[in-house]
């Protein structure tokens, strides 16, 4: 199993931190908010092959929820969590910082970080403050930890995008790994919040990834006949298939991967089609870069496997 410690103050961490620094040791790091599953794990395994120690931070971010009953739902296990991660088996000692609420806001929040125009449309628009209270908690965490690689998972596609934007505007010297999606067998993306799907739920959340796989045939129909990506029939094919679902939709889109807006016309470069939806009381979102072999090959992938497909 692998080594690991637990931090719950800021100073123990960076204590942690500084005695492995002396010894020369690079550091990667990867934040969550706990309730880990096989993306979170890929994440620090990716980590742990480029590093020589793995901070894990596990903290649900008041600041970035925009409704309390979500944030009162958020599952919380950190034995479990820590289960998970030490029986990784990895060579490198991992960190796990799990502050309280009160460590890391012992006041109201005063300061925020405010990245603008890519937090107006998708989750920002849909999730009033939501990325605020993103980029203010990674900003702290980063400050906290000082790592050389930091990594982000592509599910939250907007988020990569928006911390990316926050480092380079702020000149926050960090590298940033991208962890790729994993997706259970019938192609649902990994997610937290999956846990509190019944079993009812669990089947309709399937719109999301097969809505996306729409759109990925549509694209390859496309190129296959010498065609560009054309935004607006990928989105028909994906809206066919939600169309269809009781999922309740709240944005399908397509846009450009680095600014989230529409792509003007047609394109030969790849566009990103991300989904928000309600399946029961649970939000989900799920995204596929289209024009992106490997991303497609997740979903195609999937759908090979899922013989109960529609
Ligand atoms: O992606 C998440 O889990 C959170 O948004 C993050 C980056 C840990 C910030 O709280």
Same mark, same amino acid.
């Given at each position: 199993? +692998?080594?690991? &410690? ?100 012992? +006041?109201?929040?005063? +300061? ?12 920002? *628009? ?29 599910? =939250?596609?907007? /988020?990569? /995008?928006?911390?990316? &934007?926050?480092? =380079? ?15 259970? *067998? ?13 079993? =009812?739920?669990?089947?309709? *959340? ?91 090959? &997740? ?12």
């Amino acid at each position: 199993v +692998t080594a690991l &410690r637990r931090c719950t103050t800021i100073g123990s961490l960076r204590g942690a931190v500084a005695q492995a620094r002396s010894e020369g040791a690079s550091i990667g790091f990867l934040p969550t908010m706990g309730a880990l599953h096989e993306g979170h794990l890929e994440g620090v395994r990716l980590l742990a092959a480029r590093c020589d120690v793995v901070v894990v931070s596990i903290f649900v971010n008041p600041t970035q929820f925009d409704r309390a009953d979500d944030l009162a739902a958020y599952p919380r296990d950190l034995p479990a969590d820590e289960a998970a991660l030490a029986a990784l088996a990895l060579d490198v000692p991992l960190l796990v910082f799990a502050p309280e609420v009160a460590e890391l806001y012992p +006041t109201e929040p005063r +300061t925020t970080v405010h990245v603008s125009d890519l937090t107006e449309v998708l989750e920002g *628009a849909a999730r009033p403050g939501h990325f605020d209270g993103v980029a203010t908690v990674v900003t702290k965490l980063v400050n906290i930890v000082a790592p050389d690689v930091i990594a982000f998972g592509r599910k =939250d596609h907007q /988020q990569l /995008q928006v911390v990316r &934007r926050m480092f =380079d505007d702020l000149d926050v010297d960090v590298e940033v790994l991208e962890i790729p999606t994993v997706r259970e *067998a019938d192609g649902v993306a990994l997610s937290s919040r999956n846990r509190r799907l019944d079993d =009812d739920d669990r089947r309709a *959340a399937r719109a999301l990834s097969r809505s996306l796989l729409a759109a990925v045939r549509a694209a390859r129909t496309l190129r296959s006949a010498g065609g560009r990506h054309d935004a607006a029939e990928l989105e028909r094919a994906a809206r066919t298939v939600l169309d269809a679902t009781p999922v309740e939709v709240e944005y399908l889109a397509v846009v450009e991967p680095a600014t989230l807006r529409p792509p003007d016309g047609v394109t030969e470069g790849p566009l990103t089609v991300a989904v928000a939806a309600y399946v029961g009381s649970v939000r989900l979102i799920d995204n596929v870069l289209v024009g992106d072999l490997d991303d497609e090959g &997740r979903l195609l992938a999937a759908a090979d496997r899922d013989d109960t497909e529609v």
